[in-house]
């Protein structure tokens, strides 16, 4: 189980410098175009899996294909005013939380009637629907006039002018960032200036994830395995049994505890709209890290009461979902033009690093003890609340930068 979900997160890392490279030179929409029918292809051909490899081989190429997806957050921020785009790209988490919401009530009414191929299969219908539309998506009009296409980029604006009501503005189209020869290169990313920068980003990312992903799968199995969790040696070291006669199917009231934590996300994103632009983006991260840890340390003694345990998750999905909103919101903002892709290129694949490791926490560690699996929780969001702190840039209120001058 641990297994099948970190192939996914692997073709993730994998394909991030991949999808950025396609991305940067055929455009956001041709890249979001494959990858949606890719991403529907594969996750059709999961559902006919015949046996565990093949569940492996293809849940990699999903994951390969996923890969693309911030590629979509690029896209749209390129359309954005800089005063709005902080709060328009938090806001872009909703429909994650949405469609993760749809999933679970798609599970709820799939996996005991129909089972798991069949909810696969299903799964992928949006994918099919917005492969469908994309022909309708609008291509960059900032990508368009970097790669030498102002025609382009001017039909894109007159066509967004006409949309809302606006007349087009007069002159010339001129972008300061237009990149010309060669863009950068994650080598650029650790000159002087922005070593420490890079570095503390990339621990942020891998703990951001690797907590986020924790508590996605750790709701499963303590729901799963409740009636376990509570016995005398929960916090003692034992001898992990793999055996399938141990698993059991999720309930209805499994499904409805885990759509509950699921919308969890809606007011850790919205209290993080309130918060990032008040006390900055360093310290919103930092505070939410530590009441991540705060939430997690409740699940150190056995929560016998199901409504506790549900309320503590609820509070620490939230808060970490907020926590990686804030991340995606700092990166590009503290980045110059020529090095802004290729940073938050890098930080996702680091992300996914922090998410491969994580199931063996959440789905075999926590098998073992609960005690152990939350401890590496909390220590991680400590860290990275301290590396938060450490950060030498606040980005608050300040314009992105354009360039960066390479000195000794």
């Not at 994998?14 to 890719?38: E, N, P």
């Not at 980029?153 to 009501?165: H, I, K, M």
């Not at 000159?191 to 621990?203: H, K, N, V």
């Not at 840039?393 to 000195?407: A, D, M, S």
Request: aromatic letters at 12%.
């Amino acid at each position: 189980q641990a297994l099948a979900t970190t192939v996914v997160f692997l073709g993730m890392m994998v394909s991030s410098t991949f999808w950025g490279h396609i991305s940067d030179r055929y455009g956001r929409k041709q890249a979001l175009t494959m990858c949606a029918v890719l991403l529907f292809y594969y996750g059709l051909l999961s559902s006919l899996a015949p046996n565990y490899t093949w569940i492996l081989v293809l849940r990699g190429l999903v994951g390969f294909a996923i890969g693309c997806v911030p590629q979509s957050v690029t896209l749209y921020a390129e359309f954005l005013p800089s005063k709005q785009r902080a709060k328009c790209v938090v806001l872009l988490d909703c429909f994650w939380a949405l469609g993760a919401c749809f999933e679970v009530l798609l599970a709820l009414f799939i996996m005991p009637t129909l089972g798991w191929q069949w909810l696969l299969a299903l799964s992928t219908g949006p994918l099919l629907a917005f492969a469908l539309i994309c022909p309708w998506l609008p291509e960059s009009a900032r990508y368009h006039v970097a790669s030498g296409q102002p025609d382009k980029a001017l039909r894109t604006l007159r066509q967004v002018a006409a949309d809302n009501g606006k007349p087009m503005l007069f002159g010339r189209l001129v972008v300061d960032d237009s990149v010309i020869g060669e863009r950068g290169r994650v080598a650029d990313l650790l000159i002087p200036q922005l070593r420490r920068t890079s570095l503390l980003l990339w621990f942020i990312w891998t703990a951001c994830a690797f907590c986020y992903y924790g508590v996605v799968l750790m709701t499963t199995e303590m729901f799963e395995a409740s009636e376990r969790r509570c016995s005398g040696s929960i916090n003692a070291l034992k001898e992990v049994d793999t055996c399938t006669a141990d698993c059991r199917q999720l309930n209805t009231q499994d499904y409805m505890d885990l759509l509950w934590t699921t919308l969890a996300e809606f007011p850790g994103i919205f209290a993080t709209i309130f918060v990032i632009e008040r006390f900055g983006r360093k310290y919103t991260m930092a505070v939410q890290f530590v009441i991540f840890a705060a939430c997690i340390s409740l699940l150190f003694v056995c929560l016998e009461s199901r409504a506790v345990l549900t309320v503590t998750l609820f509070m620490a999905r939230g808060i970490i979902a907020g926590v990686f909103q804030a991340a995606y919101v700092y990166t590009p903002e503290v980045y110059p033009t020529p090095l802004r892709s290729v940073g938050v290129g890098t930080c996702s694949a680091m992300a996914r690093l922090g998410a491969m490791v994580t199931p063996y926490i959440a789905q075999v560690l926590l098998q073992s003890s609960l005690l152990v699996a939350t401890s590496v929780y909390g220590l991680a969001a400590l860290l990275a609340a301290v590396a938060c702190v450490l950060l030498p840039i606040e980005t608050k209120g300040r314009e992105l930068k354009e360039t960066v001058i390479f000195t000794k």
